[in-house]
């Protein structure tokens, strides 16, 4: 599963979808310069058959819902606890030095570094059960193969490594991420 987040303009969703990505994802953090609101996702989504993720920091399951329906996402990934929520969860951890307590029922695990774009140590996540375990963090088409390699991962989440700055996506960035994810994945 290759997921190319962050999607802020409809020539990236369309590159992304096109590129074999497997699932986009639109940011609704305000604190985010990828942030758009539900009715920009929706429109950014529009027509493409692909998996739309919402990706939610502090906000509360209610809002997540009513945004999603607007928005058309498929899931939601969510940093915080958001309470009972009805659609697909993708649980989100910031990774420092040793994997955190994780929930054991959401439909994902996504594990990304301390901070945007930073990458934590991979081998960690490989001592984890096998579940659906997404990787993020400071991945780029240079080392998403590696990061495979050493995690065996459910899938692999990238935003600013396929970018040519916050929120502006790269076609042939996207292209060359999608392709070396697939073809690690090839070699498990």
Known sequence: MVKICGIT???????????GASAIGFVFAVSSPRV??????AELG?????????????????EILAIAERAG????????????LTLPLWRAYRV???????DADADAIVLD?????????????AALPRQRIVLAGGLNAGNVGEAI??????????????????GVKDAR?????VKAAREAAATL
Request: glycine residues 8%; without cysteine; charged residues 25%.
């Open 9 to 19: 303009r409809r020539e990236d969703a369309v590159a992304a979808a096109e590129a």
């Open 173 to 177: 960035k996207i292209l060359e991420f």
């Open 113 to 125: 570094g301390s901070a945007n774009g930073v990458r934590f140590d991979w081998r960690l996540a």
């Open 36 to 41: 758009v609101s539900a009715k920009q996702a």
């Open 96 to 102: 420092r030095e040793a994997i955190p307590e994780l």
């Open 46 to 62: 529009r027509g493409l058959e692909i998996p739309k993720v919402g990706v939610f920091t502090d906000t509360p399951g209610a």
């Open 149 to 166: 390699r050493a995690a065996t991962p459910w899938g692999v989440d990238v935003s600013s490594g396929v970018e040519t700055s916050p």
């Open 73 to 84: 996402l498929d899931a939601a990934q969510v940093y915080r606890d958001p309470g009972a």
